[in-house]
């Protein structure tokens, strides 16, 4: 489960996978502005976005990888719905309409982020951004590429230590082993990556700046 979730989650956050490119100032800007919007939106509002952006994203990238960001998705809201819901329960204040809105606040977001994402060009973003904004620039990419890398990685993690654990040990004690390992190779893989992508900003900012100052 876990496994399929992952796989998933990396076909929903690939970017450039569209056939429909844009420029990338202009992606940045729609999705500064589109996530402004939806954050004000009142209940009405959010529904009409929602279908908006789901029939959008499916025409952008197709049935499948909108029903990756769903998947994507699922898991937070479900976890924001019942903890909003048990709040309200101890307050003694049940609004059932605000969860709703922020579910679909939610998942408008998500589906906005992936479909953006997937007419992205990385190295396009470098090279148009840049010019302006060359650490914003820098930065976005990194932080998206290294966020595609995290979840192919988590997957062959799970896959390998499911197997493992599996070997040795089944039921609900092999599953909260799992989960344990599981845990400190994502800690361990956060703190590796985090210094991954100080030294890539450390080496590659200057030859990149400088190659922007060249071209322009």
């Known amino acids: 489960m876990i496994s399929w979730w992952l796989r998933e989650a990396s076909r929903a956050i690939t970017p450039g996978t569209s056939q429909t490119h844009l420029n990338p100032v202009v992606l940045v800007v729609a999705a500064c502005l589109g996530s402004a919007a939806l954050l004000q939106a009142d209940m009405s509002q959010l529904v009409i976005s929602l279908a908006v952006l789901t029939i959008a994203a499916t025409i952008v990238r197709g049935v499948r990888d ?17 903890s909003a819901l048990v709040i309200q329960l101890v307050l003694g204040a049940v609004n059932p309409q605000v969860i ?63 197997v493992n654990v599996g070997s040795t040990c089944g039921g609900v004690r092999g599953k909260i082993l799992l989960t344990m390992a599981l845990a400190r190779a994502a800690t361990y893989l956060s703190i590796l990556n985090s210094l991954e992508v100080s030294e890539a900003l450390y080496t590659r900012y200057s030859v990149i700046i400088e190659g922007l100052r060249a071209w322009r």
């Not at 960001?69 to 937070?76: E, G, M, Q």
């Not at 589906?111 to 990385?122: D, F, G, K, P, Y």
């Open 100 to 162: 709703l809105a922020n579910s679909c606040r939610i998942t408008s977001l998500a589906l906005l982020a992936t479909t953006l994402m997937s007419m992205l060009s990385t190295s396009e973003l470098i090279v148009h951004l840049g010019k302006y904004f060359p650490k914003t620039a820098l930065s976005i990419t990194l932080a998206i590429k290294l966020l595609h890398i995290a979840t192919i990685t988590m997957t062959r993690l799970h896959e390998v230590y499911r």
């Open 66 to 82: 909108v029903l990756s960001t769903y998947v994507l998705i699922a898991p937070f809201t479900l976890f924001y719905s019942s």
